[in-house]
């Protein structure tokens, strides 16, 4: 047995009213082990902080997610929303599991290529396309997602150009009583910009109007939002069919279902709110089986999910670089992780976990990052037992977001690995180096030589 550290008497405060009523330090079972591998023999091996996804987690959680509307629903197709984690090795999971590809740039794009998904599979969102990306696009027959008229007018001008027709779709903005109201993608359904540009397409020359779309906005933690989406898109196919008479092939809901994720402010957890994919899929499929579609037109429903799917699946560990108390008494804590690796932590509190037994007695602690920086505080108040130096934690629910959106700010980005469905880690990305970061860089001659 080692021997049993030494902590220091510490007198608390009792704030009254500070408990909830499911009282404190319920979180604090220590985790150790990820898909049964010991965190300490992979912080041992890949170093701190490293990134651990557990690819059985996101297989499952896909498979949950795609039963919850495949049962009620005859034609479903999830594509994996690229920029929530395009990691290849996740992406790859993600297309294993039948999901196609939903990327918002030309650089996705061509990630999404080079994974091997076949353009009709994959679909192109985003306010952003170059007239090479949408070339690129037509040519391998990849479904557009209009997002404004002058992407209309530059795709008319293109497939003009190219003698090729291409297949669009338009992005829908709409009012389902989510506040505030995400209108600045795509086309407005109350004041009948949508229609007017179904209209400009239906009788454009070498356009093809293959589906609807719209991604109501993200952390949608009411699903009756989507009943009030879907059954606005499904109004806009009906009425094409009866003026156009042109079937629209599917109906693409987007993203946005919340993970189990906390959001600061909110009393309860993440755990307790967050609607289940059962229950998005009953609002959604409702809406579209009672639209009023005949059998026979039922659209194809599209699904790109993207935080929902993933969050769970991935995993920050991390080390205590040091202790310290602030001036004003409370205990503070410096992670060898900050803001720049946990983008997430400006919304969610995390939960955080020692990765070794510890005491029972925990204490309200500021967890700070590394960053030589104001704002690198991952949470300002957290209940911890007394970790010391070189011990390690684990930062539960980072899988969506955190690996595109982190900043090489200050210091260099650390190793991701994927642990398989038979418990076996695989780096999937390495860790920076200075050469790598540095290696765009050029120096003009006339500051090549220092005089100091
Ligand atoms: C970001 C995005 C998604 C995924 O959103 P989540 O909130 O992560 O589910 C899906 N579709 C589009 C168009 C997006 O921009």
Redesign the pocket.
Known sequence: MSKLKYESPNIKQIHAGITSKFGESSTLKPITHINTVPVKDLINTYGSPLFVISEQNIRNTHKEAYHAFSTRYPNVQFAW?Y??NYLDAVCKVFHQEGAWA?V?SGFEYRKALKNGVSGDKILF??PDKSVEDLTLAIQNNSPI?IDHFDELFSLVEVTNQLQKRAKVAI?VNMDTGIKPLWDR?GFNYENGQAWDAITKIMYSKNLDLVGL?T?I???ILDPNAYYIAASKLADLAIHIKKKHKHDIQYIDM????ASKNTLKGSYLSGMEISPSFNEYAEKITSALLNAGFSTEDLPLLIL??????IDDAGYLLGTVLANKRLSDGRRSMVMDFGVNLLFTSFWYNHIISPAQECSLYTEDTVMYGPLCMNIDVIRDSINLPPLNKGDHVVVQRVG??NMTQWMQFITLRPRVVMIDVKGKPHLIRDSETSEYVTALEKIPNHLESLDL
């Open positions: 929303s920029k929530t939903e918002v969102n985003g997602h992005r993608f779309h991604h906005g993200t952390f987007g993203g946005g279902f790109e999910t993207g935080r929902a799917l969506a977001y």
